[in-house]
């Protein structure tokens, strides 16, 4: 029994991972008053640009470069759209969902005639398990070994960043000054240009770090957890990262642990199958893989309590004359 939770947990970080990634990119560009709908997209997008970069030159570090650099300009092109020409920040965001969707099957199909997929990916061109020091000796030690080898050792770096991100977030946010004047740009705008600060510049650079977090989410999806690109292979990942931070309430921690209970219900999804329960029989697979889905809509339904987003979140900022 031991040894089967440790496992779930186990597959319970390595889902989760994209999720807090994205959910981290999402607290720092909507902090800054840009809802970001398109980590979808980004998502997508960079897990593409990721799979056929590692593919064409054999180096998974190549491929993470070219994923952030593809989710950066596509925060951009998002930015550009709703900072620059203050558009519907909405509408920019599902454009650039709709284009990511798009254009990877178009390109994917165009290069390597698969329906949209990529070529496999093997040896250095993907991400493989760290395993840390001393796991072969705690092989044989009960509890405490299980415990090392299955979760806390044996995943592969973008694991180990996408949750080291969490604290670096929470840091960033509250005890420096760029995110001091981060949270006050996404609260009164005004304010901040008054005190002689750049509201464009700032809200640019929240939207740039959104896109490093986003890629390294995207590379982690088609280099760390997969071998190859998928058609629509974020499955709405992006849209339960926007969830889990409205849930969390726009907090780094609280967001953590909002994907950690979509990570964990996927994971059971996964144990689940075919396994039949004490006086419910065989929980039918299509259950369990819509399950975290089915609650991201209730408990944005009203189970979360008062969630109160920042005050000028989807307000174009126009610089008083």
Same mark, same amino acid.
């Given at each position: ?8 947990? *186990? ?13 981290? &990119? ?9 809802? *970001?709908?398109?980590? #979808? ?7 593409? &640009? ?48 709709? @284009? ?18 990529? #070529?496999?990916?093997?040896? *250095? ?14 092989? *044989? ?31 960033? @946010? ?7 004047? @981060? ?44 071998? &190859?690109?998928?058609? #629509? ?5 992006? /849209? ?26 996927? &994971? ?22 819509? @399950? ?24 174009? /900022?126009?610089?008083?004359?």
């Amino acid at each position: 029994m031991y040894l089967l939770l440790l496992s779930t947990l *186990d597959s319970t970080l390595r889902v989760s991972a994209p999720l807090v990634l994205c959910a981290m &990119a999402g607290i720092f560009s909507e902090r800054s008053g840009i809802i *970001d709908i398109s980590l #979808e997209g980004k998502l997508l997008g960079s897990a593409f &640009a990721a799979a056929v970069v590692a593919f064409e030159t054999g180096s998974a570090f190549l491929g993470l470069g070219a994923a952030i650099v593809t989710s950066i300009l596509m925060g951009l092109l998002h930015g550009f759209a709703c900072i620059t020409h203050r558009g519907n920040q909405v509408v920019s965001g599902l454009a650039i969902n709709i @284009l990511a969707s798009g254009l990877t099957v178009t390109l994917g199909g165009a290069w390597y005639g698969k329906g949209g997929q990529t #070529e496999t990916l093997s040896g *250095d061109a993907r991400f493989s398990p760290i395993t840390f020091p001393g796991a072969e000796a705690l092989v *044989d030690v009960p509890v405490i070994g299980p415990l090392y080898i299955e979760l806390i050792s044996g995943h592969n770096l973008l694991v180990y960043i996408a949750f080291l991100a969490v604290p670096v977030t929470w840091w960033v @946010l509250y005890k420096t000054r760029f995110g001091l004047r @981060l949270r006050a740009v996404g609260e009164n705008p005004q304010a901040v240009d008054t005190a002689g600060i750049s509201v464009t510049f700032l809200r640019y650079r929240s939207v740039i770090i959104a896109g490093i977090l986003c890629g390294i989410a995207g590379a982690y999806l088609s280099t760390g957890q997969n071998a &190859a690109f998928g058609k #629509e292979m974020s499955a709405g990942q992006g /849209y339960i990262a926007l969830a889990a931070m409205i849930f969390g309430k726009w907090k780094p921690v609280p967001g953590l642990l909002a994907c950690m209970l979509f990570g964990f219900l996927d &994971a059971m999804a996964v144990r689940l199958q075919g396994v039949e329960l004490p006086g419910i029989g065989e929980i039918p697979v299509q259950f369990m893989q819509a @399950l975290p889905y089915v609650l991201t809509v209730i408990l944005l339904a009203g189970f979360i309590g008062k969630a109160v987003a920042p005050k000028a979140i989807g307000r174009p /900022y126009v610089k008083e004359r």
